[in-house]
């Protein structure tokens, strides 16, 4: 009896390990996709407001990246249209990545159809959240042949009836 158990030790040890090993390649192989190494970083514009339309930013003096999303309220768990255009650059493949500022809202990305003439276009959704209003901050991933280029673009996300916030909701 005590060999049956000392082999059923062993068999859950080794049962251990090949769990250990297991998570650990899947670890490693989703690294990249999960923290893809960028070439290139455009800076946030403080002045965007993807509620009043498109944000345009500036890569450098010929590169310029449009984001919009619709609607433009964006509401929390229902379908987004996104739209990404790009002049000065050919993109292999365009993605948009959602990350709440403040809170973990885990893997959120939506790869968009290549449209033609540079228009990038694809559906989206914000998962729920239990706050009044979230910040969310969304990077437009552009693989290209120089490697990968990232644009943040940040935004607020309120729940119905919730006034954005700096908004002031008159009596």
């Known amino acids: 009896m005590a060999v049956e158990n000392k082999g059923q030790h062993r068999l859950w040890i ?32 403080p002045d965007c407001d993807l509620r009043a339309g498109p944000c345009i930013s ?43 500022v403040d809170m973990n809202m885990g893997f959120n990305r939506v790869t968009l159809n290549d449209s033609g003439a540079g228009e990038f276009k694809g559906d989206g959704m914000l998962p729920v959240c239990v706050w009044d209003a979230m910040e969310w901050e969304a990077k437009v991933l552009i ?23 700096g908004s002031e909701e008159l009596d």
């Open 143 to 165: 693989t290209t042949g120089q490697g990968l280029i990232s644009m943040p673009y940040r935004f607020i996300t309120v729940r119905p009836g919730i006034p954005l916030p």
């Open 58 to 100: 500036q890569l450098n003096d010929t590169v310029r990246v449009s984001f919009a999303i619709e609607p433009r309220e964006i509401p929390l768990v229902k379908p987004l249209q996104l739209r990404v255009s790009l002049q000065g650059m050919q993109a292999d493949k365009v993605q948009v990545d959602f990350n709440g």
């Open 14 to 45: 080794l049962a251990g390990l090949l769990m250990v090993a297991v998570s650990a390649v899947a670890i490693y192989k989703a690294q990249p996709i999960l923290y893809p190494e960028v070439a290139r970083s455009g800076q946030l514009d």
